[in-house]
């Protein structure tokens, strides 16, 4: 099953924690100093917010599915769709250990489509890197 992905980025966490709770009527599911997830039933969506954002605003948009075999649909989708994609593969980003690709709308807007597969300690994993890596930038073009 198929969940929505909105990934928006802050500049106060608690603040954007505060109002998102109330919103939503629940607390996240995890937070995080720099980082909240909500991941709704109703709407069924994998929601996220980071000060880690290059902006403030809708980072980017996704779609999160459960298996391998689901991903590997979606990616076949994104190729018939004539829409350039790059496989990121299994990366740790967003305290998760993830299989990631990437793909842009005609518009430019940047699509997440993974599978996740443990949570992590950090947002990075467990090396901590001194700047952002590609995996969890945002994407303004393709690498």
């Given at each position: ?18 109002f998102y709770t109330t919103l939503f009527g629940v607390a996240p599911d ?81 699509w997440e489509a993974f599978t996740s597969m443990a949570r992590v300690a ?22």
């Amino acid at each position: 099953m198929a969940r929505m992905h909105i990934h928006v980025g802050v500049d106060d966490i608690q603040k954007n924690v505060n109002f998102y709770t109330t919103l939503f009527g629940v607390a996240p599911d995890q937070h995080e100093n720099d980082y909240a997830k909500w991941m709704l039933d109703d709407p069924k969506v994998n929601f996220a917010i980071s000060a880690r954002a290059r902006q403030h605003g809708v980072d980017h948009l996704g779609i999160q599915v459960e298996t391998e075999s689901e991903l590997e649909q979606l990616r076949t989708r994104l190729e018939a769709a004539n829409i350039e994609q790059w496989h990121e593969g299994k990366v740790q980003c967003c305290y998760a250990a993830s299989d990631k690709s990437w793909a842009q709308d005609p518009n430019g807007v940047a699509w997440e489509a993974f599978t996740s597969m443990a949570r992590v300690a950090t947002y990075y994993g467990d090396d901590a890197p001194t700047q952002v890596p590609e995996q969890c930038a945002t994407l303004t073009e393709s690498p």
